[in-house]
C-alpha cells in the first residue's frame, strides 16, 4: 500500500518514518483484498485513540497496538497454493495446523473403507442445517421412540428437502423479491387468495380416506380432478410441489411434481463442516456419539503427527502416518497391498502420476487413486443359503478368486456383500435354518485363504429376515450368526439395512426392501408400466429418501427414520429390488438393482474409484 494512504487514515496523529515503515511491512504481508487492509487500518486507528496516551506512532507504539488487532481480525492465509512443489512446505509449517488435518485426513479418506452404522452413527442431515443436540446415546439404542419423534419423521425431511430447495436458483420464497425463480409458498399463503400459487407438502391421508397436504402449520383438503402429474410415483408419503386454486377450502390442483434432485458438489473441506453422510464424522472426529457432528469446530488432533518432529523424508512421514492411524478402532481401513513398499517404490515416480497439478500433495492423491483402480467389490443379493444349488454358485465365485486361478494382490475383491433375505421360509423355524446356512457360507468361503485374510465379508438383512423390528432402520443380523461367522472368517461385517460405506472416497448407500411394489401399489395417478424402472428411479432420488410412503405401508423407528435420508444424493445406491436388474446413471449418481440371486445367479462387480459396474452370471 501507498504511504500516502497511511498519512491520510492517521492524520490526527505524528506517524513517524519508521512507524509508517512498520505498517507498510505489515500490510503486505497480509494476503487480503485491499478493502480490508484498509479496514485493519481503521480499527488500529480506532485501538491508537483509545489506548495511546501520546499521538506520536512509531515502530514502538505501534507493534502492541498490530497484535491486538490480529486477535481482533486473526489473518486469512491462502495457506495451500499451487505453485508449492513439496509435501514439507505445508507439513512442516507449524503455522498451517488446520491445513494438515484436512491434507493428511482427506489423503486417508481416499484410502480408506468407512462402514456408517444406521443405528449409531449416521447424523441427522436437519441437525446439521439447524445445528442443535443430538440424540442421546441412549435413545439409539432402543426401538422404543418418544411420541414427540413421530412427527419429526415428516417435519424433518421436509426441512432438509426445503433448505436444499431454495439454494437452487430456479426457486425462491415470497420473501425474495429481487430474485429470479418460481416462487413457492406454504400453505398458510392459500387463505384469502385466489390466485394460482405454487405450495410445497407431504401427501397424507385422512381417516376418512381423502387427500391432504399437509406442511409445518397447516392440513388442506385437495381436489386432482384436473391434475397433471410429472414424471415419478405419487404416494401418500411423498413431498411434493403443486400448483393450483384454493376455492371453497379445496386446492384445486392444476398441476403437482417432484422436488429437484440435489446432487453433492461439497468438495472435503466442505463435507467437513456439514457432514450429512456421516462417514467424516465417524472417522476424522471425536468418538462422543453425541458430538459425532454437533461440535464440528472440535476436531481430534490425535490422528496427526506432531510437525515439530521434523521427520527426514516426506516419504517416510506418509509411512509413519499411515502406521499411527492403523489402529484406530472406530474406522474400517483398506490400505493398499504393501502400502509401505508402494510408497517407498513409488515416491520417486510421483512427478510421472496423470496428475496435471504441481502440487505434490495432488499427485500423492492421484497416484493412490491410479493404485486403487483395479481394486472392486462383489454384491450378491437375494441368496437363499438354503438352496444346494445356491451354495453351489457361492462356492463357484469364491474359488474364481482362489490363488491358483489369479494373482492374489491384485484380483481378490476387498470386499463381498451379501444382502438379505438370507432364507425362503418366513417362519420361526427361519432361525434354525440361518444357523446351519451361515455355517455352511462360512466353510465356503474359509477355503479360499486369500478372500479371508484380505475381503470383508458384510452382510446386510432383507426385509423378511429374522429381526427384533420389522420396520426400518433395520438391525444387523443377531450376534448369534456373526459368532458363527467369525470363528472361520476374520473380517466380517454386521451391517445395518440400509447402511453406507465410503470407499476410497465414494459414497454408497445400500438398502433392500421391495419398495418398488410399495410405490406401484399406493400411487395416487396412473402410470405406464413400461416406464416403471424410469418412475421409481426418479421417486427415490428426487424425494431424497428410500422409503416416500406413509408409515402404514413401511414401518420405521421413529428418532431413527432420518437415516433412510439419502440427500445429497451418494455416488454409488444400490437399491437391492426383487425386480428385474438394472443399472442406471443419474447425474453423478449410479443408481443399481442387483436382482436376486435366487432367481438367475446374477450378481455385480463394482470398481468405485473407475465408476464401473459390471453385471455376471454363474452356471452351475
Not at 270 to 276: K, M, R, S
Request: net charge neutral.
Amino acid at each position: 500500500m501507498d504511504k500516502t494512504i497511511f498519512s491520510k487514515i492517521f492524520e490526527s496523529f505524528v506517524l513517524l518514518e519508521s512507524g509508517s515503515d512498520l505498517l507498510q511491512e505489515y500490510c503486505n504481508s497480509i494476503e487480503e483484498p485491499i478493502n480490508e487492509k484498509y479496514k485493519r487500518l481503521l480499527y488500529i486507528k480506532k485501538l491508537a485513540e483509545k489506548n495511546l496516551n501520546s499521538k506520536i506512532l512509531d515502530d514502538i507504539s505501534l507493534p502492541a497496538l498490530i497484535k491486538e488487532i490480529n486477535k481482533l481480525l486473526p489473518i486469512k492465509k491462502n495457506r495451500i497454493q499451487q505453485n508449492r512443489n513439496s509435501f514439507r512446505d505445508i507439513l512442516y509449517d507449524e503455522d498451517n495446523i488446520e491445513d494438515q488435518k484436512f491434507i493428511l485426513n482427506n489423503f486417508i479418506y481416499n484410502c480408506s473403507i468407512i462402514y456408517v452404522d444406521s443405528i449409531r452413527d449416521f447424523p441427522n442431515a436437519s441437525e446439521c442445517i439447524l445445528k442443535y443436540t443430538k440424540y442421546s446415546e441412549q435413545e439409539t439404542k432402543t426401538i422404543f421412540s418418544n411420541p414427540v419423534e413421530k412427527p419429526k419423521i415428516f417435519l424433518n425431511r421436509l426441512q432438509i428437502v426445503k433448505y436444499f430447495l431454495f439454494q437452487n436458483g430456479e426457486f425462491k420464497t415470497k420473501f425474495q423479491k429481487n430474485s429470479e425463480g418460481l416462487e413457492i409458498n406454504t400453505l398458510d399463503c392459500l387463505l384469502g387468495n385466489s390466485e394460482d400459487l405454487m405450495v410445497i407438502g407431504m401427501l397424507i391421508v385422512n381417516e376418512e380416506g381423502k387427500l391432504q397436504l399437509q406442511d409445518e402449520r397447516k392440513v388442506i383438503n385437495i381436489s386432482l380432478d384436473e391434475t397433471q402429474s410429472g414424471k415419478g410415483f405419487f404416494t401418500p408419503g411423498c413431498i411434493v410441489l403443486a400448483q393450483g386454486v384454493f376455492k371453497n377450502e379445496i386446492f384445486k390442483v392444476k398441476a403437482m411434481i417432484h422436488p429437484t434432485q440435489i446432487e453433492n458438489k461439497m468438495n472435503f473441506r466442505e463435507i467437513y463442516e456439514n457432514d450429512f453422510f456421516g462417514a467424516i464424522s465417524k472417522a476424522f472426529k471425536t468418538n462422543n456419539l453425541k458430538n459425532t457432528h454437533c461440535n464440528r469446530k472440535n476436531m481430534s488432533n490425535n490422528n496427526l503427527i506432531d510437525p515439530s518432529e521434523k521427520v527426514k523424508s516426506e516419504e517416510n512421514y506418509l509411512i509413519n502416518f499411515i502406521k499411527n492411524n492403523s489402529d484406530l478402532t472406530n474406522l474400517k481401513y483398506f490400505y493398499p497391498k504393501n502400502s509401505e513398499n508402494y510408497i517407498h517404490a513409488n515416491y520417486e515416480n510421483l512427478k510421472k502420476t496423470s496428475s496435471n497439478s504441481n502440487s505434490l500433495v495432488d499427485k500423492i492423491f492421484s497416484a493412490t487413486q491410479e493404485f486403487l483402480t483395479d481394486e472392486f467389490l462383489l454384491i450378491i443379493s437375494n441368496p437363499d443359503l438354503t438352496n444346494e444349488n445356491i451354495l453351489t454358485a457361492i462356492d463357484k465365485i469364491i474359488q474364481g478368486y482362489s490363488i491358483s486361478s489369479c494373482d492374489e494382490n491384485s484380483s481378490v475383491p476387498f470386499m463381498i456383500l451379501f444382502i438379505g433375505n438370507f432364507v425362503s421360509e418366513n417362519s420361526y423355524n427361519s432361525f434354525k435354518l440361518l444357523t446351519s446356512a451361515f455355517e455352511n457360507l462360512a466353510n465356503i468361503i474359509s477355503k479360499n485363504h486369500s478372500i479371508m485374510k484380505n475381503t470383508y465379508i458384510t452382510f446386510i438383512p432383507g426385509p423378511e429376515d429374522f429381526s427384533v423390528f420389522s420396520g426400518f432402520p433395520k438391525f444387523p443380523i443377531n450376534n448369534i450368526f456373526v459368532d458363527i461367522l467369525k470363528k472361520k472368517l476374520p473380517n466380517v461385517i454386521a451391517a445395518t439395512n440400509p447402511c453406507r460405506f465410503s470407499i476410497f472416497g465414494k459414497e454408497f448407500v445400500f438398502f433392500r426392501d421391495n419398495i418398488n411394489k410399495n410405490l406401484a401399489r399406493n400411487q395416487i395417478f396412473s402410470s405406464d408400466p413400461e416406464k416403471n424402472r424410469e418412475y421409481y428411479i426418479h421417486t427415490i432420488l428426487s424425494q431424497g429418501y428410500l422409503a416416500p410412503v406413509d408409515l402404514n405401508t413401511t414401518a420405521r423407528i421413529w428418532h431413527r427414520a432420518h437415516s433412510l435420508s439419502i440427500t445429497p444424493q451418494p455416488d454409488f445406491l444400490i437399491l437391492a429390488d426383487i425386480i428385474l436388474d438394472f443399472v442406471v446413471n443419474s447425474g453423478k449418481t449410479t443408481v443399481l438393482n442387483p436382482g436376486s440371486f435366487t432367481k438367475d445367479f446374477t450378481f455385480y462387480i463394482v470398481y468405485p474409484i473407475r465408476n464401473v459396474v459390471e453385471p455376471c452370471r454363474v452356471n452351475i
